[in-house]
């Protein structure tokens, strides 16, 4: 006898007045002190709410959060090697649908969530999260991107942007700019390469109602669904961890950082700024950008202006394409 | 240039554990320490720290062992007979562990502002010396970091080490990437040296403080099959007060309008929140801050339109004052 596995269905929210009141990522973890992460990861738990599975692959988000035999998670979780996110979701997901189709278990599929840092999703954790997603597993793979591999120490990831001083980039007189590789783009390699992909999303801590829905929204879509989160890091980041809301503001105000989504083939975006403002407002709140020159400020700028023009998001670039070379 | 220093013991090493949490300079502390003993006063020195996750606000101990030239050595164990102790962050006396293994005539040095001795003191040695440098107030006014007042307390306390080739080391160490770090380090280095003070009376055991070995009940004898941990711990139960380096955010109910922003961008869930009175405006009210929880941050009051939470200086007895606890039927 076959049962049809049935999904639950998350109302979005209109207001932070609307925002659930339940906590599913209690207090005590050992973050830093203004984790931007940590404040993604309670505003997902909280948009996900009970019926929730949270893998974590190896990162700041397991690390800092779990002890042994002690979470912070009032859901079911469950730790994954940084390399294979997606294949122990895969596995979860495969499970729970065998056994509510054979009528072993009753209810709905939970929510089955990959909670993976940038490194864990397009660097060694890539191979799992694109087999995953090409199978066509209903799973929402998060991405929360602190543009670094984070907990051991600030190391540079493809996402680090060009010009950003870590462990691995250290600007010196050899290499005066630090990283001088152009980071991946998470979203555009699942959009381009996975069709059975329906969903995916950007979101920042910066607009927290928008990144519950968002969440919520990946979870109602069947199949697999990315949403890649900005998370401000400020010891990785070098600024004061009050300011964590004001960098990630800034990140899309300058368009280092695009908030859209799509679904189907078609983008819809938010927040784009009328007018955007120079990356170098972005770039000055960061001693990780200290040592850059005028002219790796210009190629940066040029840099954010091509990528901005390729979203097709309209819009009047604030200076003009210098020579780079 | 190197001078015969003699250690105080000739039988064994001289050894020094720094307790600390990430933040506040340990690890650099033990280096500096160790390296000019080895590169300016002709001795043999070893130094590594021990923490878990590498994380600001989380424990953090440094080893420092210092021997004779011509005794090499050949252990990296941690410290845990200590001739000496010292304390970055007073909340870490609360846990025994933090004073274990300390020797009978040994010395404690604790960064703590002046005033009533803590209780837990008494558990020292009766012939203990114990010094107290109010190594975070003389940092922040000379924009250094307690790291080097307590270097020089410790300095001042062990005249065997000479001060002036330490603060040369310290010196050294941040001369390269932050020079401008280097005359402000110097000031609060000697100013640790000087405004220590000796606490008369304090300890009341008698010989060395026993050794703390940490025994884990479950393990592979215990636990169960395939690693699953059927119940699982929770973190709440943990008591994050001791990350916080100096301030806290104070409520002051009057101005708040409730709208919510400071929950939205606090990582740890610190705020707390309550159904609003009846006939109120409001369906939800905050009522307080959960202060064992808070790491001081500050982004709720950047984030407060009100100005209901302000950034205050955290002076001792502040935080449990005006704490509203999370969960008043599981935790105090």
Not at chain 2, 8 to 20: A, N, V, Y
Not at chain 2, 180 to 197: H, K, P, Q, S
């Amino acid at each position: 006898m076959t049962v049809a596995v049935r999904t639950q269905t998350l109302p979005p929210i209109k207001l932070i007045r609307n925002v659930p009141k339940e906590e599913y990522y209690v207090p005590g973890h050992r973050t830093c002190a203004g984790c931007g992460p940590a404040l993604q990861y309670k505003l997902v738990a909280k948009a996900a709410g009970p019926n929730t599975i949270f893998i974590g692959p190896t990162g700041c988000m397991y690390v800092a959060n779990a002890s042994y035999l002690c979470t912070p998670y009032t859901v079911p979780w469950m730790h994954a090697q940084i390399t294979n996110g997606g294949a122990i979701a895969s596995g979860i997901e495969a499970a729970y649908k065998v056994l509510l189709r054979k009528g072993k278990r009753e209810g709905e599929l939970p929510n089955i969530i990959v909670m993976a840092g940038d490194g864990g999703t397009v660097d060694i954790g890539l191979q799992a999260m694109s087999a995953m997603m090409y199978r066509g597993h209903d799973v929402l793979f998060i991405c929360y991107d602190n543009e670094a591999y984070a907990n051991t120490g600030i190391q540079s990831s493809p996402t680090t942007p060009y010009g950003a001083n870590t462990t691995f980039t250290p600007p010196g007189s050899a290499i005066p700019e630090g990283k001088t590789l152009y980071p991946k783009d998470p979203p555009q390699l699942v959009i381009g390469g996975h069709p059975a992909v329906k969903y995916v999303a950007t979101a920042s801590v910066a607009y927290p109602v928008d990144l519950i829905n968002k969440v919520r929204k990946a979870l109602n879509v069947q199949g697999p669904t990315f949403v890649h989160i900005h998370a401000p890091c400020p010891k990785g980041w070098k600024f004061d961890e009050a300011k964590t809301i004001e960098v990630a503001r800034l990140a899309i105000d300058t368009g280092m950082w695009n908030c859209y989504e799509w679904e189907n083939g078609e983008y819809r975006y938010q927040f784009k700024p009328k007018k955007y403002k120079p990356v170098r407002e972005y770039l000055k709140l960061q001693a990780r950008f200290a040592h850059l020159s005028d002219v790796h400020i210009a190629k940066l700028q040029a840099f954010v202006d091509a990528k901005v023009k390729a979203r097709g998001i309209p819009v009047e670039t604030p200076v003009p394409t210098p020579q780079a070379h | 240039m190197s001078q015969t220093i003699s250690l105080p013991h000739t039988d064994r090493f001289f050894e020094i554990r720094l307790e600390s949490i990430g933040g506040l300079g340990a690890h650099a502390a033990g280096q500096v320490l160790a390296s000019a003993a080895v590169l300016k006063m002709g001795l043999n020195g070893a130094h590594f720290s021990s923490y878990g996750s590498e994380k600001k606000g989380s424990p953090v101990r440094s080893f420092v062992r210092l021997g004779p030239a011509e005794r090499p050595i050949r252990t990296s164990a941690p410290v845990a007979t200590p001739d000496a102790i010292v304390v970055f962050h007073a909340a870490l006396l609360s846990n025994p562990a933090t004073l274990a293994g300390l020797r009978n005539d040994g010395t404690l040095i604790y960064n703590a502002p002046r005033g009533r001795v803590r209780e837990e003191l008494a558990a020292l040695p009766r012939a203990a010396r114990v010094i107290r440098v109010d190594a975070l107030g003389i940092a922040v006014k000379e924009q250094s970091r307690p790291n080097a007042v307590l270097l020089g307390a410790l300095c001042g306390a062990f005249p065997f080490l000479d001060a002036g080739q330490v603060l040369e080391a310290l010196s050294e160490e941040f001369s390269g990437r932050h020079p401008e770090a280097v005359a402000a380090n110097e000031c609060a280095f000697r100013r640790g040296g000087a405004e220590c003070e000796t606490l008369a009376g304090v300890g009341r055991a008698e010989g060395d403080l026993p050794i703390a070995r940490a025994e884990p009940e479950w393990g592979y004898a215990t636990q169960p099959v395939g690693g699953i941990v059927l119940e699982p711990g929770n973190m709440v139960w943990n008591d994050l007060s001791i990350s916080r380096t100096g301030s806290l955010p104070v409520f002051n109910r009057e101005r708040c309008i409730h709208c919510g922003l400071c929950d939205l961008v606090c990582p740890d869930y610190c705020l707390v929140w309550d159904d609003g009175e009846k006939g109120s405006r409001f369906e939800r009210e905050l009522i307080g801050v959960d202060y064992r929880y808070c790491k001081g941050c500050m982004r709720c009051v950047e984030s407060c339109p009100a100005s209901a939470l302000t950034k205050k200086t955290e002076t001792p007895g502040l935080a449990n004052r005006l704490r509203v606890p999370l969960f008043p039927d599981l935790i105090e």
